[in-house]
C-alpha cells in the first residue's frame, strides 16, 4: 500500500520560509521521479517543483529562485524549501510521483501565507 504523508506547512507572515517534507512507503521511491503539487481555492491543483531519480529539478515559473526541492533517498523523503512566500502561495500542497498517480495523493499540507 502506497502512502505519501505531507508536513511542514503552517501560517506565515509574507517573506517568511517553510520547509515542507514529503514521506513515501509502498514504493521505491529511489526509482521515481516526484513532484510538489498546490492547489489554491478556486483553482487547479498545478505543479511547483519537480525533481527526476537522478536528482534533475524543475519549477514552476511563479517559484523559481525561490523554492527548492530536494530528495533524501535514505528517508524516502522529498522536501520543498519555501522562502520569500507571498501571499498567492497560499494553497494546500501535496506530494505525488512524476508522471502523477491519481492513487498516490495524501491529504496534503495547508500553506497560509499573510500580507
Known amino acids: 500500500q502506497v502512502q505519501l504523508v505531507e508536513s511542514g506547512g503552517g501560517l506565515v507572515q509574507a517573506g517568511g520560509s517553510l520547509r515542507l517534507s514529503c514521506r513515501a512507503s509502498?514504493?521505491?521511491?529511489?526509482?521515481?521521479?516526484m513532484g510538489w503539487y498546490r492547489q489554491a481555492p478556486g483553482k487547479q491543483r498545478e505543479l511547483v517543483a519537480g525533481?527526476?531519480?537522478?536528482?534533475?529539478?524543475n519549477y514552476a515559473d511563479s517559484v523559481k529562485g525561490r523554492f527548492t526541492i530536494s530528495r533524501d533517498n535514505a528517508k524516502n523523503t522529498v522536501y520543498l524549501q519555501m522562502n520569500s512566500l507571498k501571499p498567492e502561495d497560499t494553497a494546500v500542497y501535496f506530494c505525488?510521483?512524476?508522471?502523477?498517480?491519481?492513487?498516490?495523493w495524501g491529504q496534503g499540507t495547508q500553506v497560509t501565507v499573510s500580507s
Open positions: 509502498g514504493i521505491i521511491f529511489s526509482a521515481y521521479s
Open positions: 525533481i527526476t531519480s537522478g536528482g534533475s529539478t
Open positions: 505525488n510521483t512524476r508522471p502523477i498517480r491519481t492513487a498516490y
